[in-house]
């Protein structure tokens, strides 16, 4: 039986330094994750929320669920307020903007890792699951386990990534490898073969052919030529993990990638050179995640149970950009002509 929430909207705002670029951007920021207070404890009386938060002028609005297992959103590009988000639960799907949500899987698919809409063909949704893949063509009413190709023992998936180019050709970052369907998931193939999980896939916003992969014993990997082939990244270092990958959309030559051990990691030649860019964060450099805001180039950072930070030197320099005490597990900058 299928589960519909109807939570009132909460609204709670965390103090952000500055944001002059709220007026003028043509995105909203989401960002989903946990925002625990320092020495929180149960019963304290701490209305912190975990969930899903929306970037505004003053700071952050929360939205919808109060949840701290929220691990990535994916936004129909018809309709902002049509999105769908990957928790312990499921995948669940909002049609009016976060007030009222629906499970669509079921069962035999919780804890999603990733959730993805493909931006050619909206109505089909993709999640990454701890043992595969699942699909849904009706826009998260109901869905399916599509994984013929994928391995029967380390099918483990953290990630999925649509190509923007071509409906149906969709990227899975596997336990031991790179997946890829042109088929919207009838059919998969190895494309490249890992010892470990590939956490990120990303598509550089300036050349579709351009892809950059994070693993987690394979340091980065990059494609060429539109993520049939891969090759290891020289500069980038392969001895621990990095979660993920960030392009720069307001400059080709600028990628970003984030390291619990590495901390941030940028290059600003198209990924021939790499350079860590941790003066001013706090010790240790354990970012979680990161993002580059598509309006401006801002650089972001959410160091581990500390704050989100914020650059506008592309690393050079840091301040404190709020929500304290959180882990921002993924962000997602959305076209506001969407809405």
Not at 109 to 123: I, R, Y
Not at 241 to 251: C, E, G, K, Q
Not at 268 to 281: K, Q, S, V, Y
Not at 302 to 320: E, M, N, Y
Request: proline share 5%; glycine share 10%.
């Amino acid at each position: 039986m299928k589960k519909l929430f109807h939570p009132r909207i909460c609204l709670l705002w965390l103090a952000l330094p500055i944001l002059p670029a709220c007026a003028s951007s043509q995105h909203d920021l989401y960002v989903f994750g946990a925002i625990n207070s320092t020495g929180r404890v149960v019963g304290s009386g701490d209305t912190t929320k975990n969930g899903i938060y929306r970037r505004t002028a003053d700071g952050y609005e929360h939205l919808g669920l109060n949840t701290p297992m929220i691990l990535a959103g994916a936004f129909d590009p018809r309709d902002s307020r049509v999105f769908h988000i990957a928790t312990l639960n499921g995948v669940i799907t909002t049609l009016d903007g976060g007030e009222h949500w629906r499970v669509g899987t079921g069962w035999e698919m919780t804890e999603p890792k990733g959730v993805a809409v493909d931006p050619n063909a909206p109505d089909t949704v993709y999640a990454a699951l701890p043992d595969g893949l699942g699909v849904s063509t009706d826009r998260g009413h109901s869905w399916k386990r599509k994984e013929n190709g994928l391995p029967a023992r380390g099918k483990y998936t953290q990630v999925v990534t649509v190509d923007r180019t071509q409906a149906g050709r969709v990227f899975a970052g596997c336990e031991i490898g790179i997946y890829l369907t042109d088929d919207a998931a009838a059919n998969w193939r190895l494309v490249h073969a890992t010892k470990e999980t590939v956490n990120d896939i990303q598509q550089s916003p300036h050349d579709p052919k351009f892809w950059i992969a994070a693993t987690q014993s394979a340091g980065a990997l990059v494609s060429r030529d539109g993520g049939l082939t891969w090759k290891q990244i020289d500069g980038v270092p392969s001895e621990r993990a990095h979660y993920n990958v960030a392009f720069d959309a307001t400059n080709p030559q600028r990628i970003a990638i984030a390291s619990w051990t590495y901390g941030l990691l940028t290059s600003e030649d198209g990924g021939a050179t790499w350079t860590t860019r941790n003066a001013g964060l706090p010790e240790p450099h354990r970012v979680w995640r990161t993002a580059v805001d598509p309006d401006n180039g801002r650089l972001y950072a959410s160091v581990d149970g500390k704050a989100l930070f914020i650059s506008d030197d592309f690393g050079r320099t840091w301040r404190d950009g709020g929500l304290a005490g959180s882990r921002i597990q993924s962000f997602t900058f959305v076209p506001q002509a969407q809405n």
